[in-house]
């Protein structure tokens, strides 16, 4: 048995109560004594994790798990419930599911983002479930008159082998509802050996209302009465609104009314993810999407250029900050000037080791490239929609969002009502990516209930959604080598930056493994608002950080994984300065798995093969695509992912997850793209911003993970980052060609008959 390694309040641990009707219910929660700092919320280390939840078990045996964390695909409403009901020991076809709406002072973190769903809610669940497990069998040993120490479970029942006694959980439910809960430090957890279903795939709880059609998406929502509402914001970043004539709609048929919105008040005070482009905005309500969809293009509607403002914002770690908004109308051209002229400049040194400058005086021969990347919009599945309800002093939200409890201030301040009045209902997310963490739909659509005074559907269209911002920064990041007359490495410099921040991550590999190494970041500011996107910075950086890895291995004349090996090795046995933040046998480890699983040295014929790994959230990823050259066009024709997250719960979901993140990686990096001309996107739809199609997709994709004993970790991101330049070092060896700048397809389309 594993003793939890915790230290505990009982009381503020669990809450037991007997259900009406028999049975017992557990409401518990992790450290719930111990705040995090908002700069700890967002990194998510062991100690500080706070999480809430019930537990239900019926007298009929069924259990009942309320998940508190929104599901948007990474199938947290599965895999959560895993954990629990294996150390509650229960049957899982008599598990249920309920997906929690928000309450704070029940579940205190309702957050999906950073891949921290079951990293953060392992040890939770699992002392939960035993606990649960432990009072059901005091229950039986105080109705059987035994020792407790007698009683196994196996399966929802409870069983005294010396009498021959057993009996269902649901019969002793309503007793052990009764009991006193034990202290959470003695309780004891299964060892990884006595898992029955961690580590057994289980079907997706909702995939066969998802295949039938079931109302779970807030697109789904409706009731009697309510009206429809669309929203015009101005057409270019950098300009506002300045004046608009309703009476050019409200004719129309359908139409109700046309009014402004200002989703923030003055007095303000916005977090994290209260981010959005354009705080004013018109909002048209009618009867119907479609009749409120044609107004807009009816709409007589002037803006002007708006001017440098600053807004007040709470940051990382709880400090207030102003942000400066530049005025004027920007473009990529000018952007790819001005990050082209920072590349020139001295940057914010991040870390320095040994003494880089005079390795690089000392030199033979200096290898320099930098890399780029555009912004690029999320395009998720489901457009930004929510439903809200608000009437005199009562609000009722239902809306797909990431991040409930980022949001509820905002609310509370633009409504003019007190939190607890205001009820988010969640809904399950058509996609998110990091988007839908930045939930101003949510007051956009409260906003214009409050105003008419009677339940709405605000819909976004696509082309809202692709030009309203909260878009993947654009990157550039230069790197620089110096070899001594023996293509021996001496020293290593970054130099990393972007609109408006640095994708710039000082301590991570190769840091640690090079005795000269410098790190510098920069950044511009920019009027085109930014956010979370699918691992954030490390979507470019491990791109850009792979490739010159791979091209210094040429350099040097290595093969790129014992090149990798061997700088891993060095950090293992002999790192170089204290904040290392990877642990280089595990990374080590994914490639040594990877190289096997691919088959490595063998390529077949026709196949171009490249390699890329990389650590984040928490966990190791690398990968291996094979490209061939087909009617002078690459092909990926096969992907193998090796991972260490540490014990995966659901291995079907997890597989599933990594192959979605590797074919995300694969069509943005080939594609995506996010222009501007004169603060107008140039792509605000699918005909336009290109996306990865079926038959573009590699016809193989292998994820493997690495045995272990590890407590999980993130998998949601992890296995993106590495697509880029694995597919970029492919790419090189098919067409000869090394490509410097994202996305490669315009760069192959300038080819002429490529190698293969």
């Known amino acids: 048995m594993t003793l939890i390694d915790k230290k505990l309040n009982r009381r503020s641990f669990l809450k037991v109560s007997t259900l009406a009707g028999g049975g017992m219910m557990l409401s518990f929660s992790w450290l719930a004594g111990c705040k995090p700092t908002a700069e700890e919320v967002l990194t998510m280390p062991d100690e500080w994790f706070t999480i809430n939840s019930y537990i239900k078990i019926g007298e009929n045996g069924a259990v009942t798990l309320f998940n508190p964390n929104p599901e948007f695909g990474q199938n947290v409403k599965t895999s959560l419930p895993m954990i629990l009901a294996d150390e509650l020991d229960v049957d899982w076809k008599n598990v249920f599911v309920e997906q929690a709406d928000f309450y704070p002072e029940r579940f205190e973190r309702q957050f999906t983002g950073g891949s921290n769903s079951v990293r953060s809610s392992w040890k939770p669940l699992r002392t939960a479930g035993a606990t649960a497990r432990h009072m059901l069998i005091n229950a039986a040993a105080q109705t059987w008159n035994v020792p407790a120490g007698e009683i196994t479970t196996n399966a929802g029942t409870v069983e005294h082998t010396g009498s021959g006694k057993k009996a269902g959980y649901g019969e002793m439910a309503s007793l052990a509802g009764t009991l006193e809960a034990p ?20 079907k997706n709880v909702d995939g066969a209302k998802i295949v039938t059609g079931k109302p779970l998406f807030a697109l789904d929502h409706k009731v009697e009465g309510m009206k429809y509402a669309a929203i015009v914001h101005p057409p270019a970043f950098g ?25 923030f008040k003055e007095d303000y005070n916005r977090n994290f993810f209260d981010t959005t482009t354009f705080p004013q905005i018109i909002a048209i309500v009618g009867n119907s999407t479609w009749e409120v969809m044609q107004a807009k293009k009816k709409l007589n509607v002037e803006w002007e250029k708006a001017p440098d403002s600053t807004f007040p914002m709470a ?12 005025g004027g109308l920007e473009n990529s051209a000018a952007h790819k000037e001005k990050m082209a002229e920072y590349i020139t400049k001295p ?33 998720t599945m489901e457009p930004m929609n929510c439903f809200a309800d608000v009437k005199g002093d009562k609000a009722t939200i239902y809306g797909p969002t990431q991040a409930p409890e980022s949001i509820m201030n905002a609310l509370s301040s633009s409504l003019a009502l007190p939190k607890e009045n205001i009820q988010i209902n969640l809904a399950r997310m058509g996609g998110g990516f990091g988007r839908r963490a930045y939930s101003h739909h949510l007051v956009e659509a409260a906003l214009i209930s409050q105003k008419i005074q009677t339940p709405v559907k605000m819909v976004y269209t696509r082309e809202d959604d692709m030009s309203a911002g909260v878009y993947r920064p654009t990157y550039s990041a230069t790197y620089r080598a110096a070899l001594d007359e023996n293509n021996n490495l001496l020293a290593l410099h970054v130099k990393a930056g972007g609109i408006p921040e640095s994708p710039l991550h000082a301590n991570r590999f190769p840091a640690g493994a090079i005795d000269n190494y410098l790190a510098e970041g920069w950044q511009i500011e920019s009027n085109i608002t930014i956010g979370a996107f699918r691992a954030p910075r490390s979507n470019f950086i491990a791109g850009a950080e792979q490739s010159f890895l791979d091209e210094l291995a040429e350099e040097m004349g290595k093969d790129p994984i014992e090149f990798r090996l061997e700088l891993l090795k060095r950090a293992e046995t002999n790192p170089v300065g204290k904040d290392n933040d990877y642990d280089p046998k595990r990374y080590a480890g994914v490639l040594e798995l990877v190289r096997e699983k691919s088959n490595w040295s063998t390529v077949p014929n026709g196949i171009s093969r490249g390699v890329s790994a990389y650590f984040c959230h928490n966990s190791y990823v690398a990968e291996v695509i094979d490209v061939s050259i087909k009617e002078n066009q690459p092909v990926v024709e096969n992907v193998f992912a090796a991972v260490d997250c540490g014990i995966v719960v659901n ?16 069509g943005n990096a080939f594609y995506g793209e996010m222009a501007l001309e004169n603060g107008v996107p140039t792509k605000t739809n699918f005909d336009k911003y290109r996306m990865i199609r079926h038959s573009e997709a590699p016809k193989k994709i292998e994820v493997h993970f690495v045995e272990s004993t590890e407590d999980p970790t993130g998998l949601g991101e992890p296995l993106f980052p590495p697509v880029f330049a694995a597919l970029g070092n492919s790419l090189y060896k098919a067409t000869g060609k090394r490509l410097y700048d994202q996305p490669f397809q315009p760069q192959i389309m300038q080819m002429e008959n490529l190698r293969m």
């Open 239 to 263: 300009m506002k609104l300045k004046s608009f004539d309703k009476s050019s709609v409200t004719s129309l048929p359908g139409i109700q009314d046309a009014f402004e919105i200002n989703i």
């Open 315 to 326: 940051g990382r770690g709880g400090q207030n900050m102003d942000i400066k908004v530049p």
């Open 183 to 202: 202290d959470p430090e003695a309780v004891k957890l299964k060892e990884n050996s006595d898992f029955k279903i961690i580590g057994n795939s289980k």
């Open 347 to 379: 940057g914010n040194v991040q870390r320095k080791d040994g003494d880089p400058e005079g390795a690089f005086q000392k030199a033979a021969r200096v290898l320099e490239r930098t890399y780029t990347a555009p912004f690029l919009a999320h395009n």
């Open 651 to 666: 291995p079907d979901a997890a597989a599933n997850m990594g192959e979605g993140a590797i074919v995300d990686g694969i």
